[in-house]
């Protein structure tokens, strides 16, 4: 039974470029959320999506959005990419309202340049 | 802020010793989580504590909450090089609703 896959591993972009990230959650999960990670710094709450809809947010700018497709796969999407940006992005699984752990994928270490 | 806090931010002890670390939060809370991280990928969820609960166990893992302190704490016994990471606490306010992460224990565990 896979887990949460996030592609790609890492991904180089240039301050002012857009990036798009992947992320298939675990079999049976139905939410997804996406978590910042700066270097020594503790997971910052994106946003998380359930039924195709953004259904909470985190405190980040509009230049970050999301979708959530059928399948329950989801893409994080960041405009106009500032330095500050540079992170690894997570993204977790779980089901809508469980009281359970989420699932985390491996993440995305992205740099910008 | 919201954010749990870990206590201490780095540890290091001898293979076969215990290791405690700490995690204070604000507010009132629904559960508290705790996750291990190697090497800056992803996180590993350990352990979920609800807040009518004092205390769980998961193996070589303890974690205590105590709600009129607004803190737990997270033990591990007999430790192993293995369990060298860093490890977060997260609280959730509500069922559903997003975690709040805090800024992590690194601990290394010497062979």
């Known amino acids: 039974d896979a887990g949460v896959t996030q592609s790609p591993t890492h991904l180089i972009k240039t301050r002012g470029q857009q990036v798009t990230l992947r992320c298939s959650p675990k079999s049976g999960h139905d939410t997804v959320s996406w978590y910042q990670q700066a270097l020594g710094q503790g997971p910052q709450f994106i946003f998380q999506?359930?039924?195709?809809?953004?259904?909470q947010r985190g405190n980040f700018p509009d230049r970050f959005s999301g979708h959530q497709f059928p399948n329950y796969s989801s893409e994080l999407n960041v405009n106009a990419l500032l330095l500050g940006d540079s992170a690894l992005y997570l993204c977790?699984?779980?089901?809508?309202?469980?009281?359970?752990?989420?699932?985390f994928g491996s993440g995305t270490r992205l740099t910008v340049v | 802020s919201q954010q749990g806090e870990e206590d201490p931010q780095a540890l290091s002890i001898q293979e076969g010793e215990n290791a405690t670390m700490n995690c204070s939060y604000k507010?009132?809370?629904?559960?508290l989580q705790w996750y291990r991280q190697n090497s800056g990928r992803g996180l590993v969820h350990l352990i979920l504590?609800?807040?009518?609960?004092r205390e769980k166990h998961s193996g070589r893992l303890r974690v205590t909450l105590d709600t009129s302190k607004k803190s737990s704490s997270l033990l591990i016994t007999a430790s192993r090089a293995a369990d060298t990471a860093s490890y977060f606490c997260a609280t959730v306010f509500n069922t559903g609703n997003q975690f709040y992460f805090g800024t992590g224990t690194s601990l290394t565990v010497i062979p």
């Open positions: 999506y359930y039924e195709e809809e953004e259904r």
């Open positions: 504590i609800r807040s009518n609960e």
């Open positions: 507010t009132s809370i629904n559960n």
């Open positions: 977790a699984s779980s089901l809508i309202d469980s009281n359970y752990g989420y699932t």
